[in-house]
C-alpha cells in the first residue's frame, strides 16, 4: 500500500455560516428590544411580541442551523474516519509481508469508500445512520424525546426554506379519510413540528415563524445536543466546529473580523 500526500486548501463551511448567522441573529435583537431588559432572549416566550418582520430573518436562521449541525457533525465523524483510516493505512504497511496484509487492505479501502459516503452523501438521517453504524452514537437517544423532536424538526423545516417550497398548514385537522390530497400529505409531513410549536410557543408553525425567539430556541436546542457529545480528545478541526457553537451567544457579537489565510 502505498502512501500519498496531497496538499489541499480547505475552507470550514460551518464556520462562516456560524459568522453569517451572527449578523442576523444580531438583526433579530435589534428589532425585539425590551425596554428595561438587557437580554431579552430570557424572557419567557409569552411575553414577546410577534412580528411577520422576523419570519424572514427566522427562515434563514433555521436554513443555517442545520447546515451548521449536520455540517459539524459531519466533519466530526470524517475526521475520526481519517484518524482511523490513517492508523490501519500505517498498520497495513508494517505488515505488507505477513498474512493478514490483505485484510488490512481490504478494511482500508472499506474505510476509505465509507469516509466518501459521508462526506459526498448528505442528508440527516443518513448522518444519524452513520453515527450509529460506525461510533455506536444514537443521535437520536441523547436527548429527551421532545427535544429530539425539536433537532429533527429543524430539518423538516431546512428543506422546506433550502428549496423555496410553499408551507401549508390545514385549517382544520384532516382524517384518513382525506389521504392522498395535498394538505393531508403536509399534515403527515410536518405533524411532530406541529405539535412542537404548539408545545414551546403555544402557536401553529406559521404564527411561531414570527417570534423573536424562534432560532434562539432551536440554536439552544443545538448546542445542548453539541455539548453532550463534546470531548477534549476530538480531532482538532471538528473540535475548533463545535467549539465555536457550545460557546456561541444569540444575538451578541461572537466574532471579529474573517481573515482569510494566503
Known sequence: MEKNQFTFMQMNTPSHLLYAY???????????????????????????????????LNLALM????????????????????????????????NATKSEYLVLTRSYDLLKRFQEEVEFQGGWEKLKRQYKEYLGINL??????????????????RNVAAHGTSYIIPKDTL?????????????????????????????????????????????????ELIECIFREDLPPNAKLLLDNIRSYSFGYRNFGPVVLEK
Not at 65 to 77: D, K
Not at 193 to 213: G, N
Open 22 to 56: 451572527d449578523e442576523l441573529a444580531l438583526t433579530i435583537k435589534k428589532k425585539a428590544r425590551m425596554p428595561d431588559v438587557d437580554d431579552i432572549f430570557s424572557v419567557s416566550y409569552d411575553k414577546h411580541e410577534l412580528n411577520g418582520a422576523f419570519i424572514g
Open 63 to 94: 436554513n443555517m442551523n442545520a447546515a451548521i449541525l449536520e455540517g459539524s457533525l459531519r466533519s466530526l465523524l470524517c475526521e475520526m474516519i481519517q484518524r482511523n483510516s490513517e492508523s490501519l493505512g500505517e498498520h497495513s504497511r508494517a
Open 140 to 157: 437520536d437517544g441523547i436527548l429527551d424525546k421532545e427535544k429530539t423532536s425539536g433537532i429533527n424538526s429543524i430539518f423538516i423545516l
Open 175 to 223: 382524517t384518513d379519510d382525506d389521504k392522498g390530497t395535498y394538505p393531508f400529505k403536509w399534515q403527515s409531513k410536518t405533524q411532530s413540528l406541529t405539535v412542537y410549536t404548539q408545545k414551546i410557543f403555544r402557536s401553529d408553525v406559521l404564527t411561531a415563524f414570527t417570534h423573536p425567539c424562534f432560532a434562539y430556541h432551536y440554536m439552544d436546542l443545538i448546542k
